[in-house]
């Protein structure tokens, strides 16, 4: 696995990683700063799912894996640095790092 199957990408303040009814086509490692991933209801109004801070990853892996289009928007809620990964490549990463996946409980 070569380190170059990350995508390294600089997000301004509100640039969307994943729009709703599009295909995810990455999962995204937060290396500076946070993304957000919401809904938008039939009246306009946002909904918060998830906040993802530095270290943690942030994907829709429904539409990911099953190919579905994603229900949320993920964007940069400030200036933050994101590694974007395609499922192929991180499923290489769950196979050839022991321990990857496992929950760390401190």
């Known amino acids: ?7 390294p990408k600089f997000k301004r303040l509100l640039d969307f990683v994943a729009h709703s009814g599009e295909f ?3 999962a995204a490692f937060i290396a500076r700063d946070c993304l ?15 906040f993802a801070k530095e270290n943690w990853w942030l994907a829709d ?15 940069s809620i400030e200036d933050s640095d994101v590694l974007l990964i395609d499922p192929t490549s991180h ?14 409980h401190r």
């Open 36 to 50: 957000r991933s919401y809904v938008i209801d039939s009246k306009g109004k946002e909904h918060i799912v998830q």
């Open 24 to 26: 995810a086509r990455h």
């Open 91 to 104: 499923e290489g990463l769950v196979e050839k790092i022991p321990g990857y996946t496992e929950v760390q």
């Open 61 to 75: 892996n429904v539409s990911l894996t099953e190919g579905r289009p994603s229900q949320y928007f993920i964007d």
């Open 1 to 7: 696995m070569s380190p170059s199957k990350f995508a």
